[in-house]
């Protein structure tokens, strides 16, 4: 808050109070959170994105457009929460955070959370 006081030569007196508004600089970068996720197929993850400007500031939940580079690796709302696909692999720069002319990206690895152990059978043959 911001207090203003003035006095005038005869002795009066006044004052405003006011909390000004401070604007970030324009944002040079932004970034997906979190950067590296580590997912099975069917599960979800929440996505966000910050920008920051010259000065460092950080501006929290600036508006972007969600989407995924690939989709069979899964699906992304609007609110950024991503459900992966059936396909595992390692997707680098799936997720996809878009701004005016900033873009962030996130790395996605899908995998099956458990493996196959078949039976092996030996037989000797003649």
């Known amino acids: ?3 203003l006081a003035v006095r005038d ?3 009066l007196t006044d004052a405003a109070v006011d909390g000004p ?8 970068t932004l970034e997906v959170d979190p950067p590296v996720v580590k997912t099975w197929p069917g599960l979800t993850t929440q996505f966000t994105a910050a920008a920051w400007d010259d000065y460092g500031n950080e501006m ?4 972007v457009t969600w989407s995924v580079a690939d989709p ?8 950024g929460l991503f459900t992966a696909g059936t396909a595992a692999g390692l997707y680098n720069e799936l997720v996809v955070a878009t701004w005016g002319q900033l873009s962030g990206s996130a ?3 899908i ?3 458990y493996s196959y152990y078949l039976p092996v059978i030996v037989k000797n043959y003649p």
Not at 21 to 28: D, E, H, R
Not at 60 to 63: L, V
């Open 72 to 79: 069979q690796a899964g699906t992304i709302d609007a609110e």
């Open 1 to 3: 808050m911001v207090r």
């Open 107 to 109: 790395q996605v690895l």
């Open 21 to 28: 508004l401070l604007l970030p600089a324009t944002p040079t």
């Open 9 to 11: 030569g005869r002795g």
């Open 60 to 63: 929290h939940n600036p508006p």
């Open 111 to 113: 995998y099956y959370p």
